[in-house]
Nanobody, 119 residues
Framework: QLQLAESGGGLAEVGGSLRLSCAAS????????IGWFRQAPGKEREGVSCISSGGSTTNYADSVKGRFIITRDNVEKTSALQMNSLKLEDTGVYYC????????????WGKGTLVTVSS
Protein backbone atom coordinates (compact mmCIF):
# COMPACT_ATOMS: atom_id res chain seq x y z
CA GLN A 1 0.00 0.00 0.00
CA LEU A 2 1.26 3.42 -0.91
CA GLN A 3 2.10 5.49 2.13
CA LEU A 4 2.47 9.24 2.05
CA ALA A 5 4.13 11.43 4.64
CA GLU A 6 3.90 15.19 4.72
CA SER A 7 6.47 17.42 6.36
CA GLY A 8 7.41 21.07 6.51
CA GLY A 9 4.47 22.49 8.36
CA GLY A 10 4.87 24.91 11.21
CA LEU A 11 4.36 28.47 12.24
CA ALA A 12 4.80 31.35 9.81
CA GLU A 13 3.97 35.01 9.82
CA VAL A 14 1.63 36.71 7.43
CA GLY A 15 3.55 37.34 4.25
CA GLY A 16 6.02 34.60 5.00
CA SER A 17 6.72 31.33 3.26
CA LEU A 18 6.70 27.64 3.99
CA ARG A 19 7.58 24.66 1.89
CA LEU A 20 5.66 21.45 2.39
CA SER A 21 6.91 18.10 1.21
CA CYS A 22 5.16 14.84 0.56
CA ALA A 23 7.18 11.67 0.35
CA ALA A 24 5.95 8.30 -0.83
CA SER A 25 7.25 5.07 0.56
CA UNK A 26 8.16 2.08 -1.56
CA UNK A 27 5.85 2.46 -4.52
CA UNK A 28 6.28 4.65 -7.55
CA UNK A 29 4.20 7.78 -8.00
CA UNK A 30 4.51 7.66 -11.77
CA UNK A 31 0.85 6.76 -12.29
CA UNK A 32 -0.63 9.05 -9.70
CA UNK A 33 -1.96 12.57 -9.74
CA ILE A 34 -0.70 14.36 -6.66
CA GLY A 35 -3.02 16.72 -4.87
CA TRP A 36 -2.64 18.97 -1.87
CA PHE A 37 -5.65 19.61 0.28
CA ARG A 38 -6.17 21.57 3.46
CA GLN A 39 -8.64 21.68 6.27
CA ALA A 40 -9.05 24.78 8.36
CA PRO A 41 -10.50 24.57 11.86
CA GLY A 42 -14.24 24.08 11.67
CA LYS A 43 -14.25 23.83 7.89
CA GLU A 44 -14.39 21.08 5.33
CA ARG A 45 -11.33 19.82 3.54
CA GLU A 46 -10.68 21.70 0.33
CA GLY A 47 -8.44 21.19 -2.65
CA VAL A 48 -5.47 23.52 -2.89
CA SER A 49 -3.48 22.32 -5.86
CA CYS A 50 -2.78 19.29 -7.99
CA ILE A 51 -0.21 18.16 -10.51
CA SER A 52 -0.46 15.60 -13.27
CA SER A 53 1.45 12.35 -13.18
CA GLY A 54 4.15 13.66 -15.49
CA GLY A 55 4.24 17.08 -13.91
CA SER A 56 3.26 19.00 -17.03
CA THR A 57 -0.12 20.21 -15.80
CA THR A 58 -0.87 22.00 -12.56
CA ASN A 59 -4.01 23.47 -11.10
CA TYR A 60 -4.59 25.80 -8.19
CA ALA A 61 -7.51 26.96 -6.15
CA ASP A 62 -8.29 30.60 -6.80
CA SER A 63 -7.42 31.40 -3.20
CA VAL A 64 -3.79 30.35 -3.66
CA LYS A 65 -3.19 31.10 -7.32
CA GLY A 66 -0.08 33.18 -7.79
CA ARG A 67 1.18 32.42 -4.28
CA PHE A 68 1.61 28.63 -4.14
CA ILE A 69 3.64 26.43 -6.45
CA ILE A 70 3.28 22.67 -6.70
CA THR A 71 6.05 20.46 -7.99
CA ARG A 72 6.91 16.80 -8.06
CA ASP A 73 9.92 14.58 -8.53
CA ASN A 74 8.97 11.10 -9.66
CA VAL A 75 12.49 9.80 -9.25
CA GLU A 76 12.59 10.87 -5.62
CA LYS A 77 8.88 10.02 -5.21
CA THR A 78 8.13 13.38 -3.70
CA SER A 79 5.95 16.39 -4.18
CA ALA A 80 6.38 19.85 -2.77
CA LEU A 81 4.07 22.76 -2.17
CA GLN A 82 5.88 26.08 -1.98
CA MET A 83 3.66 28.53 -0.15
CA ASN A 84 4.50 32.21 -0.42
CA SER A 85 2.81 35.40 0.73
CA LEU A 86 1.00 33.44 3.39
CA LYS A 87 -2.29 34.73 4.73
CA LEU A 88 -4.12 34.04 7.95
CA GLU A 89 -6.67 32.03 6.01
CA ASP A 90 -3.97 29.62 4.86
CA THR A 91 -3.94 28.16 8.36
CA GLY A 92 -4.94 24.54 8.50
CA VAL A 93 -3.83 20.96 8.22
CA TYR A 94 -2.38 20.23 4.81
CA TYR A 95 -2.76 16.79 3.31
CA CYS A 96 -1.09 15.11 0.40
CA UNK A 97 -3.16 12.82 -1.81
CA UNK A 98 -2.11 10.44 -4.56
CA UNK A 99 -4.87 9.39 -6.96
CA UNK A 100 -4.24 6.74 -9.60
CA UNK A 101 -4.67 8.05 -13.11
CA UNK A 102 -6.68 5.11 -14.43
CA UNK A 103 -7.96 3.06 -11.50
CA UNK A 104 -10.94 4.91 -10.11
CA UNK A 105 -11.10 5.03 -6.36
CA UNK A 106 -7.47 4.07 -5.84
CA UNK A 107 -6.07 6.92 -3.86
CA UNK A 108 -4.04 7.43 -0.74
CA TRP A 109 -3.74 10.12 1.89
CA GLY A 110 -1.02 11.27 4.18
CA LYS A 111 -1.71 12.10 7.81
CA GLY A 112 -1.28 15.82 7.30
CA THR A 113 0.97 18.59 8.52
CA LEU A 114 -0.21 21.63 10.41
CA VAL A 115 0.39 25.10 9.03
CA THR A 116 -0.31 28.05 11.29
CA VAL A 117 -0.07 31.58 9.95
CA SER A 118 -0.01 34.32 12.53
CA SER A 119 0.01 38.08 12.45
Amino acid sequence: QLQLAESGGGLAEVGGSLRLSCAASEFSLDYYIIGWFRQAPGKEREGVSCISSGGSTTNYADSVKGRFIITRDNVEKTSALQMNSLKLEDTGVYYCNAAHTTIRGLDFWGKGTLVTVSS
